[in-house]
């Protein structure tokens, strides 16, 4: 089936479609079927958005696909460059709403925060998000684009035949190894992790389209083994999850006790933490070498003593995990502090006296609002609070 994302003309976008109605799209359409293969690869694996650039389509071919689809990238509207190197991208969809996507460059990988949803369903107290009210879920063409816009900020799509010399690689690298567009370390876009605007399992089956997409070998070609889906809680989901998908699983804890963490994340009232932790537990593919990361963000008073930490270890025991230790990223009105840093450590050292690893994560982007429990979209921000940081145009 054709994507839903809206247009403000009758051809229909192509972005989102995966091979089986990439296929039966060029088939209703009166192409042979090697067609949609030739799509899939100019599409996905060279990131084109003119069909005129498909070379190795007849010329006659180009027009037809021209009058009736075309292949859309959200606008954006707003780009901010931290001064630790992340990026986040405010990007406009056809139909005015807007979300948020942000790049953490690493030393060895680059990390893209991809979202779900415009707002979020759920309204954890933390998390800036959740002060949003969900507007709707993404379509697969708008979850995919992200990656795709991505990859055309930071120069990633192969380079075409004609532009290249003899033995030189497909991307564009100077003699250092680096992308003479962004001067950052290659290879750019190295990993996915679901943690942007939204909750993907209340988006499931898109998310899994566009996920499919993104692993695809012919396409853009991002191992499931580098994608991290994060969810707060959905519990019927998590095991479709790791059945149909097999990607890193994250779960936003937070807090070891109902009562605690029925207020920092309203789900845990539909679903507790003995439920949650059973259906990690259960996990497919859970192993030591594929571990599930439990996300906790350190609230100052709130989640951070040290029976809370002998407390996860008791919870995750028997469970292959590891902790994340996130510092609360402030945002304006927020109720809670961030723990001290005395707080963190002590934290930290009980888990990993217990034998898991619990690492402190280091926040990215906090003064461009990137930083985990940020992301908010600017089509509901108020701007005029002042507190916003004004655009940045990336290089």
């Not at 389509?57 to 901010?80: C, H, M, N, Q």
């Not at 979850?143 to 991307?171: F, K, N, S, Y």
């Not at 989901?237 to 605690?260: Q, T």
């Not at 029925?262 to 259906?279: G, Q, T």
Request: include cysteine.
């Amino acid at each position: 089936m054709a994507s839903e994302i809206p247009t403000t003309n009758q051809r229909r976008d192509l972005v989102g479609l995966d091979r089986i109605n990439l296929a039966a799209e060029m088939a209703g359409f009166g192409a042979q079927p090697f067609r949609a293969r030739q799509l899939w690869h100019w599409i996905y694996h060279r990131g084109v958005t003119d069909f005129s650039q498909m070379t190795s389509l007849s010329k006659a071919f180009r027009g037809r696909l021209a009058e009736d689809y075309e292949l859309i990238r959200p606008a954006v509207t707003r780009s901010l460059v931290s001064a630790d190197g992340t990026r986040k991208w405010l990007l406009r969809f056809p139909d005015g709403h807007e979300v948020e996507t942000v790049y953490i460059p690493e030393e060895d990988r680059g990390t893209l925060c991809v979202s779900s949803q415009v707002g979020c369903t759920l309204n954890c107290t933390f998390c800036h998000t959740g002060t949003q009210l969900l507007v709707r879920n993404l379509t697969p063409a708008e979850i995919v684009a992200q990656v795709m816009v991505a990859r055309d900020a930071l120069g990633e799509w192969p380079l075409p035949q004609a532009d290249r010399l003899p033995g030189t690689p497909e991307v564009a690298t100077d003699a250092h190894g680096l992308n003479p567009r962004t001067e950052g370390p290659r290879p750019g876009v190295t990993n996915i992790v679901l943690m942007g605007m939204g909750e993907p399992l209340y988006n499931y089956d898109n998310v899994a389209t566009a996920m499919k997409i993104a692993m695809d070998p012919e396409g853009l070609s991002i191992s499931r083994r580098k994608i991290t889906l994060s969810t707060a809680g959905v519990v019927p989901m998590i095991r479709r999850c790791g059945a149909e998908l097999a990607v890193n699983l994250a779960i936003s804890l937070h807090a070891v006790r109902d009562e605690i963490r029925n207020r920092l994340v309203p789900l845990n009232h539909k679903y507790p933490i003995a439920e949650l932790l059973d259906a990690c537990r259960n996990y497919p593919g859970a192993s030591n070498a594929r571990r599930i990361t439990f996300e906790y963000v350190m609230l100052k008073g709130v989640n951070d003593s040290p029976a809370d930490a002998r407390e996860l270890v008791r919870l995750i025991a028997g469970i292959p995990a590891k902790v994340n230790l996130i510092p609360f990223n402030p945002w304006p009105g927020a109720p809670y502090e961030c723990s001290t840093d005395t707080a963190i450590a002590a934290f930290s050292d009980i888990v990993f006296a217990a034998g898991y690893s619990a690492p402190v994560r280091t926040p990215r982007g906090r003064d461009i609002f990137a930083a985990c429990g940020q992301l908010k979209s600017a089509s509901v921000r108020a701007r005029r609070s002042g507190r916003e940081p004004e655009a940045v145009s990336s290089p």
